[in-house]
């Protein structure tokens, strides 16, 4: 089986990533993805391309708000993603393709798409402006570039705070961790892990007009039984954390690329084990709460033209 960098093997991060299952399609409200595909005019999307697929999970979510005509085309870098992708389609109705395919080389020709679409890609990507400029080139002239893309700090910040309530030298590792954690990712080229705040200036850099953004309405609860209790019991079982990466492995190099001390690393890693842990076990005894801050954007932007 191959490995993947996080240290998990392929099955595991699959299943960590949330693509087994329908998890990732619970990340957005029905009624507010309807309400925004109104305003983007999805139904008037024949051609839909879908950039870095996984198995499918976005771009089938905006697919039943397209023509009833619309063809999409979802690609990916890794291989091991395609057959589950296409057989979700299939399962769902869409006249849908995936192929494996470079985002920073889209093998497609120009003003072929009406909508480009990822959500989670671009965040694990070095390169935005080109693959901006790839989906910019494919579009046609009024088409449509969306992302779903967030600020992961933010996000991990709240949990820092959230019942039990962690002390502050507890709260000052893990903000110290998380955030050179992430910056170590950047330094590896894998990606700004809270780009979501970057994504409307580098749209208006790249071209596009009427750049615009909208925060998810949903929030991230944590509710004792549901499926993120479960995921963090699995992750500490695992011998990982929920935040900074993931498992040691991951969480390490990482560190060490942001410039981390090498000898503060351990320490840091298992003051966010026992955090982990204590939140676990008041989840479980149904003493733990967190209203779940969730920092996750819309952002779009149209190729200027007419359609």
Known sequence: ?????????????????????DWRDSWWDEDYLAFMASRWRLAE???ALDLGCGVGHWGQ?????????????GIDAEPEWMAGAAERARARGLRAT???????????EDDRFDLVTCQTVLM????????????????????LFLCAEPNNFGSSAAEFVRDPVADWPTMKALMELEITCARGKEALGEGWYS??????KLLRAQG????????NNQCAPLVPGDGTVALMKT????????????????AERMWLAGGGDPTRFEELFQIARRRLARVIEAAERGEATGAGGHLHYLIWGRKPGLQ
């Open 124 to 143: 694990h990507i070095d390169d935005v402006d080109t693959v901006l400029q790839q989906a910019r080139r494919v579009l046609r002239p009024g088409g």
């Open 195 to 200: 780009i979501g705040e970057r994504i409307p």
């Open 61 to 73: 979510r905006l697919a039943r708000y397209f023509h009833p005509e619309a063809r999409m085309v």
């Open 1 to 21: 089986m191959s490995q993947h960098k996080s240290g998990l093997d392929a099955a595991e991060y699959h299943k960590l990533t949330g693509f087994e299952g």
């Open 235 to 250: 992750t500490y079982e695992a011998g990982g954390i929920t935040q900074a990466g993931g498992t040691r492995e991951n």
């Open 98 to 108: 995936y192929q494996v395919a470079d985002a920073r080389e889209l093998p497609f």
């Open 45 to 47: 999307v024949r051609a």
């Open 208 to 215: 596009f007009s009427e750049v615009d953004l909208r925060l």
